[in-house]
């Protein structure tokens, strides 16, 4: 655990991503820096690691680390620019993406990442920068703001929870919001569709989800980190994502499939003639964490890792 935050799959992650002690790495979420420190303990004295990361609070964390490790580079960054942060020409080993949202963002009322705390309506990654979670709810049309409940946080109720808010403007707090989504959907502590035996999901949680993932343009900067990440890894470079929900599952699952496989729309059973080549080979597929990490950080249960190497380049 540091800085209250607590690295899911970690060792799985680590161990899948370092291949040369001595490369270049990037880990393009920093959090509070607990997937970093594994890293500098795999790695060499030669080696460099960048860490990136939007918040400004994790930054002034990453840079305390980097004053005691030379091989330490920190950048506040969105990670879909890591191509454009790490020094020009270099080669790099391996990349790290954890996508979920750190413990210390969520436990933090001031950011309103969370309905469980009081707090203003905010949710953004960088809190200096950006459209806040309360200016968008209280200013973007009603089938917007449906729109995005149902296709980021796969709420049934979306026309109802948005016909709500819209009525209830303003809304000023997470603890207003999560009583209004509650109220519209009358299942304020129903167990939500695919939950575990025994779990249960707060009404707010699909809704809360398509805010944040708005707010800060997630599954845009998750769409673009990846092909940012090809970019930079050298021949035999791997890159390793972990995911929280599904629409980032899907995401990174068939991207990789493309990079992979190719184009689904081929024949499969006829010979064909095409320039596509493959760009990667799959280290580790949807990897979920053990039961005993589950037990030990309850927040891990939802992870998914998935790992690809960038293959060599085929004469065309």
Same mark, same amino acid.
């Given at each position: 655990?540091? $800085? ?28 509070? $820096? ?23 609070? /994790? ?26 942060? %790490? ?11 954890? =996508? ?11 950011? +309103? ?15 200096? /920068?950006? #459209? ?28 109802? =929870? ?6 209830? *403007? ?10 209004? #989504? ?5 299942? +304020? ?6 939950? *575990? ?9 699909? =809704? ?5 993932? =708005? ?19 050298? *021949? ?15 995401? %990174? ?9 190719? *184009? ?30 589950? /037990? ?21």
């Amino acid at each position: 655990m540091t $800085g209250g935050h607590v690295p899911v799959l970690l060792d799985e992650t680590v161990d899948a991503l370092v291949t040369d002690p001595e490369g270049v790495y990037v880990d393009g979420t920093y959090g509070r $820096g607990g997937h970093t420190r594994r890293l500098l303990s795999k790695l060499g004295a030669r080696a460099t690691l960048w860490v990136l990361d939007r918040d400004p609070e /994790a930054i002034r964390d990453a840079r305390k680390l980097a004053a005691m490790d030379p091989r330490i580079r920190v950048a506040q960054a969105r990670f879909s620019e890591l191509d454009r942060v %790490v020094e020009s020409g270099a080669c790099v080993a391996g990349v790290l993406l954890d =996508v979920g949202v750190s413990s210390p963002q969520l436990d933090s009322p001031a950011r +309103g990442f969370s309905f469980l705390r009081a707090g203003p309506l905010d949710m953004r990654m960088d809190p200096t /920068a950006g #459209v806040t979670a309360g200016e968008w709810l209280n200013t973007a049309p009603e089938e917007e703001l449906s729109d995005a409940f149902r296709e980021y946080g796969g709420e049934r109720h979306h026309r109802r =929870v948005a016909r709500a808010i819209v009525e209830a *403007r303003p809304i000023e707090t997470t603890e207003r919001l999560a009583e209004i #989504v509650s109220r519209a959907t009358r299942s +304020g502590g129903s167990r939500s569709r695919g939950a *575990r035996s025994g779990e249960k999901k707060h009404a707010a949680t699909r =809704v809360f989800q398509a805010v944040r993932i =708005v707010v800060n343009q997630e599954l845009d900067e998750l769409d673009r980190a990846l092909d940012a990440a090809l970019r930079v890894l050298c *021949r035999r470079g791997r890159l390793a994502v972990i995911t929280f929900h599904s629409l980032e599952h899907a995401l %990174v699952r068939n991207r990789f499939k493309f990079w992979v496989q190719g *184009r689904d729309d081929l024949p499969r059973r006829l010979p064909v003639v095409s320039d596509w080549y493959p760009l990667a080979r799959r280290i580790v597929r949807g990897q979920t964490p053990a039961e005993a990490e589950i /037990a030990a950080n309850p927040r891990a249960r939802s992870a998914r890792l998935q790992v690809i190497e960038k293959v060599e380049e085929v004469a065309r």
